[in-house]
């Protein structure tokens, strides 16, 4: 039975009353590596240089912290109104400074909450007595690629690897999710994550 792609990481709970959200840019010009198109909600980014975020990249490849998952996008677009469509476009430009305080900077609100949780599509099919071993185990994130949005939806399409990990990974399995359709021996089965990055209950930088 195949299971449907859904889009990128999105939230089931947070990890407080008060979800915590901070609303940062990007770099003038940035370009994420890949092809992919662009920073899209249900996108996992890290905090950089002048304040500003970036795609994060799988965990072979990047060294960098997940700060958190994309709520919603904005910038001004070529008629000079502010778009919010759902994906950052790549290489966009805009005059004066990398900072929200500036009105020709891209917003990009981020879920920052440590102790929130998230669905998100694991990239390969498993079986279930593997499946269901690595929860408490971690895993990374797959790589970027130009067919990492969706041109439909407009969300991020970004999946976990696959690989259980009882080690240093990027985010913490916690539950396979119950659904009568979702088939863990099918690609893109459905599991409950948390970022294990930060300072989260569930944080187990050496897993299971």
């Given at each position: 039975?195949?299971?449907?792609?859904?889009?990128?990481?999105?939230?089931?709970?947070?990890?407080?009353?008060?979800?915590?959200?901070?609303?940062?840019?990007?770099?003038?010009?940035?370009?994420?590596?890949?092809?992919?198109?662009?920073?899209?909600?249900?996108?996992?980014?890290?905090?950089?240089?002048?304040?500003?975020?970036?795609?994060?990249?799988?965990?072979?490849?990047?060294?960098?912290?997940?700060?958190?998952?994309?709520?919603?996008?904005?910038?001004?677009?070529?008629?000079?109104?502010?778009?919010?469509?759902?994906?950052?476009?790549?290489?966009h430009?805009?005059?004066?400074?990398?900072?929200?305080?500036?009105?020709?900077a891209?917003?990009?609100?981020?879920?920052?909450?440590?102790?929130?949780?998230?669905?998100?599509?694991?990239?390969?099919?498993?079986?279930?007595?593997?499946?269901?071993?690595?929860?408490?185990?971690?895993?990374?994130?797959?790589?970027?690629?130009?067919?990492?949005?969706?041109?439909?939806?407009?969300?991020?399409?970004?999946?976990?690897?696959g690989?259980?990990?009882?080690?240093?990974?990027?985010?913490?399995?916690?539950?396979?999710?119950?659904?009568?359709?979702?088939?863990?021996?099918?690609?893109?089965?459905?599991?409950?994550?948390?970022?294990?990055?930060?300072?989260?209950?569930?944080?187990?930088?050496?897993?299971?």
């Amino acid at each position: 039975m195949a299971n449907q792609l859904r889009g990128g990481f999105r939230l089931i709970e947070s990890g407080s009353k008060t979800l915590k959200m901070r609303t940062v840019s990007v770099a003038s010009g940035y370009t994420p590596a890949n092809s992919c198109p662009g920073i899209a909600i249900g996108e996992v980014v890290e905090f950089v240089t002048a304040g500003t975020v970036e795609i994060l990249g799988d965990g072979a490849s990047d060294a960098g912290l997940a700060f958190g998952i994309v709520k919603s996008v904005s910038f001004i677009g070529g008629d000079g109104r502010r778009v919010y469509g759902g994906v950052l476009p790549a290489g966009h430009t805009y005059s004066g400074n990398a900072n929200i305080t500036n009105p020709n900077a891209p917003r990009i609100e981020v879920i920052c909450d440590p102790g929130a949780e998230y669905e998100a599509c694991v990239a390969v099919a498993s079986t279930n007595a593997l499946a269901y071993a690595g929860v408490g185990a971690n895993m990374d994130l797959s790589a970027t690629s130009a067919t990492t949005v969706s041109t439909v939806y407009r969300e991020s399409l970004r999946t976990l690897d696959g690989t259980f990990v009882a080690g240093t990974a990027q985010f913490r399995i916690l539950e396979i999710l119950a659904d009568p359709v979702n088939d863990v021996t099918a690609a893109n089965y459905r599991v409950r994550v948390g970022i294990n990055e930060g300072s989260d209950r569930y944080l187990s930088l050496a897993g299971i």
